[in-house]
């Protein structure tokens, strides 16, 4: 037993790479090869003066005049100092290791701007101080999570909705379009409809005790008082709220919105936190359909750009923009990630629509039946590549950067 | 407690003295070695004998060995050679580390995209729609993405200098630029060192060849596979089925086809049939039939051969009437006839299904003759009714109706049948089964089926006819 062990089929080396997935509403953090992260802390921090407050203990805690921002935009990351307080926190207080001693690999999405990815790597090298790093596209991640050097990434998340066609492990970037229309846009439709509704949000820490009343009937609940609360955080609070009602009761309708159709469906019950009840019928169905049409369907008092485009009709772009000689290829293996891609009935949807689109094509659609397997697929496809043997050649030494500089990342992260 | 302890608290004397009581029962010696799956005591009671196959039972986890010496696992510095820098990565290694090459290293391949130089480039490279800087940006890109086309024309991203005019590149225009390059670029080196081609080299000059007109018509068409309509798709689908299904009946059809030619061939097969066209050779062959028919009745059937009319009564009403092969085959031959010499246009072979009808036909007479000649020795011929005679070839024993003894037909068939008399008014159940009208009704039997047959021969015909018409039709606006 002197030689080392042949490399097993899978080729992997474990070189104990770290990985983070920063998403829009969630980073994912952990070791490379295992197959969840192990930690995933909110990708929002608190700011109370010259104070920052990150990782869950300390968002949820209401205090005076704390504020809650978020250092993402656009699915990019905006704020690069409070982002590497995020990773600072993640790394160093939740898996209690220090990014000196790791390689690390940082998902970030297609469309990302050079800056920002030069930027990455000098944070990695300068702040973190790892020796090596490698910057990987998100969708490619997510495709190899999937099992799949080829294949359309449809990734519906928190604020951005992306669709990226991918060959042999690279992006097309001129196919690749991405949305608004995602998570956090229904969110504002939900909260439209409350109000439109007359139902106050009273969010989970105001509530020091409730009563069960029936149907339909005003709340019983004591509250707690709290001074100087900013609206952001309250903002911040509600919106737990209106994620637990879409996890729990928002739907998709498997044709374009019909209220017809939507009412003969059952209607379901939501319990806010301060015990108002409510069956939900239509109004579950409603709120979703902004995702493939927005237009039709734009916030109150708003108006959606006519050129914004629905889900379908993203994925629809993507595949003509992309060569004749691939498109068949990209619909039958397409990969539906993102939390909101969780919605009862949104893979349906999604595979009716397509096959109206492209009758003459065969259209697959993998979509993970774990909901772990599908927040996390970003995560889950970085950690596969830190642990392939073959990897080991891509990551940029701390060496490298110092000699070529942040550009560097340009030559190698493709 | 054993009797000899009772005994003594009952101070009753021990019945037989210690030294004579048995020594205790030797335990059966087994061998030294242990069996597996079998216990010690059942494997006594096999005695001597060592049983054929032992019984294994499926254990748990295997025990380890703990007295084996760990191997341990060291946290290595490694150096891997598909690197351009020495950077130092560490990773779990069993064992003392070797020196040994990083095995991941070896899958670190390239695609061989050729360089080239300013001279070689002014040669033979130059093009008025491409700059040497271009092209050498298109060779850098195909060595960055491998020749990976879709990604290349995806990255490509050329930005021209002044006094250029801007790129607007195509796929088909980064291929053809660059396997022209590539094919010209060996052409030169072919004759700058005067040496021949390997064929490989060949394979990969010719390989090279791309055109550029014929991919974008490819593409074309493949876009318009891809963007049919659903309604296109099912008229294709329906065609298709519709193709698949005249190709099965085309081949049943040649089946048929062969299967009549073999059962028209099979009565001559050495001679030819030239001789039987005149007159007298037929009525040659009709005599040769008939002798042939008898000598093999005397030997197969004596009885049947006794009773000549049964036979003559079965060839021309049913033709699977129970006559023999001989008999039958002709029958068929000339129903089949029908379709047989429309669709062979040979003259030879419906000439065969002439030759071997007319015999059937002339035998069937004769036969009939030949029971006339019987019957004429006791009635005189036709007056049998008169004298309300019948004959019969053979008796059923016992009384029974003569209404049983009408021929059914096969069901699907009878229930059409059926059907007709209804039309027609006639009752299905006779009202008066005497003789002459159950014949009578027989006979319109027969003659509703031979009806529905050829009806249905015609409307076979009848759509064969449409369907080729059609075809033609389709083949004509083709043209
Ligand atoms: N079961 C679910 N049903 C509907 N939406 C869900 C579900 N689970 C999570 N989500 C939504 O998915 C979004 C988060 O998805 P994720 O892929 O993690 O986004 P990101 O990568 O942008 O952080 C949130 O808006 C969350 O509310
Ligand atoms: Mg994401």
Redesign the pocket.
């Known amino acids: 037993m002197a030689n080392a062990p042949a490399p097993a089929v899978y080729g992997g080396d474990e070189i104990s790479a770290l990985v983070i ?8 953090a952990g070791f490379a090869g295992e197959d969840t992260p192990k930690v995933v802390v909110p ?1 929002f921090y608190g700011k109370s003066g010259d104070r920052i407050y990150v990782g869950d203990n300390d968002l949820h805690s209401p205090r005076p005049g704390m504020e809650i921002l978020s250092p993402m935009s656009d ?1 990019c990351v905006s704020d690069w100092d409070m982002t590497v307080k995020i990773w600072d926190y993640a790394l160093s207080k939740r898996l209690y290791t220090e990014a000196k001693e790791h390689p690390l690999l940082i998902t970030e999405p297609s469309w990302n701007p050079a800056k920002d990815r030069e930027k990455a790597v000098e944070v990695a090298f300068e702040e973190l101080g790892v020796p090596a790093f490698y910057l990987a596209k ?1 969708a490619v991640c997510s495709a190899f999570a999937c099992g799949k050097p080829t294949a359309l990434v449809v ?6 909705a992306s669709v990226t066609p991918i060959i042999d492990g690279l992006v097309l970037k001129k196919a690749t379009f991405h949305s608004e229309f ?3 846009y ?2 504002s439709h939900l909260s439209a409809l409350f109000k439109s509704k007359n139902i106050t949000l009273t969010p989970h820490f105001m509530i020091a005790r409730k009563m069960p009343v029936e149907i339909g009937q005003p709340p019983q609940a004591t509250l707690k008082t709290f001074d100087g609360l900013t609206e952001s955080f309250l903002e911040f609070q509600r919106a737990r709220i ?2 637990e009602f ?3 009761t ?1 739907g998709v309708l498997e044709q374009p919105y019909n209220e017809v159709i939507a009412n003969i469906r059952p209607a379901r019950p939501f319990e806010f936190p301060d015990g108002y009840n409510l069956n939900f019928g239509a109004d579950r169905y409603v709120t979703t359909e902004p995702l493939f049409q927005p237009q039709a369907y734009p916030l109150p008092d708003s108006t959606v750009d006519a050129n914004a485009q629905g889900i379908t009709e993203l994925i629809t772009a993507s595949v003509n923009a992309c060569d004749v000689d691939a498109r068949a290829n990209l619909v039958n293996n397409i990969v539906l ?8 009935g949104f893979t349906e949807r999604i595979n009716i629509e397509l096959n109206q689109a492209f009758p003459g094509m065969k259209i697959r659609i993998q979509a993970p039946g774990n ?1 772990s397997e ?5 995560w889950i496809g970085g950690s596969i590549l830190a642990s392939l043997g073959t990897f080991h050649q891509m990551w940029i030494g701390k060496k490298e950067f110092e000699e070529v500089g942040p550009t560097v990342v340009e030559k190698r992260c493709k | 407690m054993s009797s000899a302890d009772i005994r003594d608290m009952l101070d009753l004397p021990s019945q037989v003295p210690a030294a004579s009581r048995p020594p205790p029962a030797k335990r059966i010696k087994t061998d030294g070695k242990k069996l597996d799956g079998i216990h010690r005591e059942l494997h006594n009671l096999l005695g001597e004998n060592t049983p054929p196959v032992t019984v294994m039972q499926s254990k748990f986890k295997e025990k380890p060995n703990w007295m084996q010496k760990p191997s341990p696992w060291v946290w290595t510095k490694f150096k891997n050679p598909a690197r351009g820098d020495d950077l130092e990565l560490y990773h779990w290694v069993r064992g003392a580390p070797s020196n040994d090459e990083y095995p991941f290293a070896k899958f670190n391949k390239p695609v061989d995209v050729p360089t080239f130089s300013k001279e070689e480039y002014d040669k033979c490279l130059a093009d008025t729609a491409w700059t040497s800087r271009e092209t050498e940006y298109l060779f850098d890109l195909c060595r960055e993405y491998d020749l990976r086309w879709l990604v290349v024309q995806d990255r490509y991203d050329y930005e021209p200098e002044e006094n250029e005019p801007p790129s607007i590149r195509t796929l088909e225009d980064l291929k053809e630029r660059y396997y022209f390059c590539c094919r010209k670029l060996m052409e030169l080196r072919r004759d700058a060192s005067g040496a021949d081609w390997t064929p490989r080299d060949l394979e990969l000059y010719n390989a090279m060849n791309f055109n550029k007109d014929k991919e974008i018509m490819r593409k074309q068409y493949l876009e318009r596979l891809l963007s049919r309509s659903p309604a296109e798709i099912a008229e294709e689908e329906r065609l298709i089925l519709e193709y698949r299904r005249l190709q099965e009946s085309s081949k049943k059809l040649v089946q048929d086809r062969e299967e009549l030619l073999r059962l028209l061939e099979s009565p001559q097969t050495a001679n030819t049939f030239a001789q039987y066209q005149s007159p007298q050779g037929l009525s040659q062959l009709a005599g040769n039939i008939l002798a042939s028919d008898k000598n093999r009745r005397r030997k197969g059937a004596p009885e049947a051969a006794a009773q000549g009319g049964q036979v003559a009564r079965a060839v021309p009403g049913t033709p699977n009437g129970g006559a023999p092969p001989q008999a039958v085959t002709p029958q068929q031959a000339v129903q089949n006839g029908v379709h047989g010499t429309k669709q062979t246009p040979q003259p030879g072979r419906s000439a065969a299904a002439q030759a071997a009808a007319t015999p059937a036909v002339s035998k069937a007479e004769l036969a009939q003759s030949v029971t006339n000649k019987k019957v004429a020795k006791r009635v005189p011929p036709g007056q049998e009714n008169l004298y309300g005679i019948s004959y019969h070839d053979k008796l059923v024993q016992g009384v029974y109706l003569r209404s049983t003894k009408i021929s059914t037909l096969k069901p699907t068939v009878q229930t059409k049948v059926a059907s007709i008399l209804a039309e027609l008014g006639i009752a299905p159940k006779l009202a008066m089964p005497t003789a002459k009208v159950c014949d009578r009704y027989e006979a319109l039997q027969q003659a509703i089926n031979l009806l529905i047959e050829t009806k249905k021969q015609v409307d076979k015909l009848d759509h064969e006819v449409k369907v080729s018409t059609s075809g033609n039709a389709v083949q004509e606006s083709d043209a």
Do not use: C, F, H, M
């Open positions: 997935d920063p998403g829009s509403s969630w980073t994912r990708t699915g998100e990734d519906v998340g928190s604020a951005v995602a998570g956090d229904i969110n209106l994620n879409k996890e729990s928002s990630i993102g939390g909101t891609s969780l919605l009862q909901s599908r927040k996390y697929a970003g």
